[in-house]
């Protein structure tokens, strides 16, 4: 039913047909009734004239979509001279329905200049009757009749304008706030991906390329246990991953698939070192918020992979320390002749961003010949930002 009753009005055209006919029903009712008079006075003259002035007037409806001005020309000159012949109530009808379907439906520049028209064109009525009547103590009350049946729907059609634009302007907005957590949460699993994925690869990599250089059994056993056991770590936090992401669908959670913090740092050092580089760490971490523990790892994690790929077997000093309100997380390494910074930056960019999303900030580059990764995360008050 609810449907059939939208097809009805589903385009302009066929909404202006059924406010025309309604009206000219309704109207053809109060003058077989012998209501129709808007003063109590009874109606003079044959019917058949007003009959046929309020068909003309209710076809001022039927131009609403095609021409503004039209409408409101051939609305205003029905009443007028409905008016001259003694005012009824179905003109007051159509007047005030082309009025507010003009001010509805048109543009916002459109309807300022009909509301401009028929305020003007009902001054112009009014002064008008006050002439032809020879009284013009009738100006006042003739124009208040006049401007109540004009500005009624004036206000009405401008109020449920205005709620329909800012329903349009929420239902903007929340698309795009769901937009922008869309690309915000794909962007946090890229950099999830990039930092444990990437990072074990990286590893495993560089032991498999040292894997095939070496010639010692023992030596070579090492660099394929190493190889083994990052794989095996690989694909634990890529499970631990999909079980977050389904945990999150499904409205659950699994503390078996937590993601590590920096609790966890142990078995990272271990991986650096048996890639062949020293590591010196000096670790006094407090406690502090999840998303923070999650990041500060994250942010580890990825400056220890980043000296795998780029300086394979430098020393790397690695602290981490609670400085007042902010945790400090510091790595440095030296640069070797093998080494490099070439690569597509992105591990770089993911620190920003991880620090940037709990409130921290990250400086990476270059610091007295040595490569310097140094974030400070907030220990109060920091939420993942969305």
């Known amino acids: 039913m609810l449907t059939r009753f939208r097809a009805v009005f589903a385009t302009p055209l066929r909404r202006d047909l059924v406010a025309a006919l309604t009206t000219f029903a309704l109207g053809i009712g109060f003058y077989l009734a012998g209501v129709a008079s808007n003063t109590g006075i009874p109606l003079e003259g044959p019917y058949w004239s007003r009959v046929l002035l ?37 003109m007051v009808f159509v007047i005030g329905d082309v009025v507010f379907s003009v001010v509805l439906y048109t543009s916002r520049r459109t309807s300022r200049i009909a509301i401009a028209v028929v305020l003007l064109a009902g001054i112009a009525v009014s002064v008008l009757f006050a002439v032809l009547q020879g009284n013009w103590r009738l100006l006042f009350p003739i124009g208040l009749q006049v401007f109540a049946i004009a500005l009624v729907p004036m206000w009405w059609a401008l109020n449920v304008r205005s709620q329909a634009e800012i329903a349009t302007a929420e239902r903007e907005r929340a698309v795009l706030d769901r937009r922008a957590a869309v690309d915000g949460e794909r962007a946090r699993m890229a950099r999830d991906l990039h930092d444990v994925i ?19 059994p023992q030596a070579r056993h090492e660099a394929l246990t190493a190889i083994r056991g990052e794989s095996l770590t690989a694909l634990e936090e890529m499970r631990a991953m999909i079980g977050l992401l389904r945990a999150g669908t499904e409205g659950g959670t699994d503390s078996r698939q937590a993601p590590r913090g920096l609790a966890e740092l142990a078995p990272l ?3 650096v070192r048996a890639s062949g580089s020293p590591v010196h760490a000096e670790l006094d971490i407090p406690a502090v918020p999840a998303a923070v523990d999650l990041a ?15 300086a394979p077997g430098a020393e790397v000093r690695l602290r981490v320390r609670a400085r ?16 490099g910074r070439s690569g597509t930056g992105m591990g770089v960019t993911n620190i920003r961003e991880r620090a940037s999303d709990v409130g921290g900030t990250a400086l990476i580059g270059m610091s007295g010949g040595e490569w310097l990764v140094h974030a400070e995360l907030p220990l109060s008050g920091a939420v993942l930002r969305v």
């Not at 990437?198 to 010692?216: D, F, G, K, P, T």
């Open 54 to 90: 309020f068909g003309i007037a209710c076809a001022a409806q039927l131009l609403r979509s095609w021409s503004t001005f039209a409408a409101i020309g051939v609305a205003l000159a029905g009443v007028l001279a409905d008016g001259l012949l003694g005012p009824t109530l179905p």
């Open 198 to 216: 990437a990072a074990h690869l990286s590893a495993i990599a560089v032991r498999s390329e040292a894997a095939l250089l070496v010639h010692e």
């Open 269 to 271: 050092l271990e991986s």
């Open 296 to 310: 500060g790892y994250r942010i580890l994690s990825e400056a220890l992979a980043n000296v795998t790929r780029h």
């Open 324 to 339: 007042g309100d902010r945790l400090e997380l510091e790595v440095r390494n030296a640069i070797t002749a093998s080494g």
